[in-house]
């Protein structure tokens, strides 16, 4: 099986310092979604894990959170693409629970609800602490430059082998370029790639 995992905000659509917190206030970055749709064609299985600590700051609840994730979903069926589960943290950092990234909760739930390694599996995002949160669980990770991106890319510190695209489409070119794309293939060669640098 492969998988792919993504950050929401800043990866498959525009973040918000004053967070997202209406399906009105959620908007696809543009060619993200038909990303998605040409990972699914490709026989990928697509995944999000996102920190939604406006939870826990009182600035939306879980059934406006739930609306949100209802848009994505319908949205992506517009142009034929499948995210298969969202997994969501709803706390604050103070709460200390195991699922706000950089913490791997959320990483480990998937692979005990899909049944499968995590090592090789490509994750997506634009702040240091989602490819922090792959990477104790033997993802690779992949930086875009899209939403926090570029602040993250200047901050340095990435986990080693970090990948940088220019977003989420980019990052699919690269991937689909390669002949196999399975999990447990050799690390691919994305020198064809538009951003390609290794950090
Ligand atoms: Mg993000
Ligand atoms: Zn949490």
Redesign the pocket.
């Known amino acids: 099986m492969k998988l792919i995992i993504l950050d929401r905000d800043g990866v498959i659509n525009h973040d918000s310092d004053a967070f997202i917190k209406s399906p009105q206030e959620w908007i696809p970055i543009p060619g993200s979604l038909e990303a998605i749709a040409r990972l699914n064609q490709a026989g990928y299985r697509v995944v999000v894990t996102t920190?939604q600590?406006g939870i826990?700051r009182g600035l939306f609840d879980i059934v406006t959170l739930n609306a949100i994730h209802q848009k994505l979903h319908e949205s992506a069926k517009q142009v034929g693409a499948t995210i298969d589960a969202i997994f969501?943290?709803?706390?604050a950092t103070d709460?200390n629970?195991?699922?706000?990234k950089p913490?791997p909760?959320?990483l480990h739930t998937i692979a005990k609800r899909f049944n499968v390694s995590l090592k090789g599996v490509p994750n997506i995002g634009d702040s240091l602490r989602d490819l922090q949160a792959g990477f104790v669980t033997g993802c690779r990770p992949y930086l875009v430059l899209t939403g926090k991106g570029k602040k993250t890319l200047e901050k340095g510190g990435l986990p080693p082998g970090t990948m940088i695209f220019a977003n989420l489409a980019a990052v699919v070119d690269g991937l689909l370029n390669v002949p196999s794309t399975d999990v447990d293939a050799t690390e691919p060669d994305l020198s064809t790639g538009p951003m390609r640098k290794n950090v």
Do not use: L, Q
Request: proline share 7%.
């Open positions: 920190n600590s826990a969501f943290c709803p706390h709460d629970c195991d699922c706000r913490k909760g959320m």
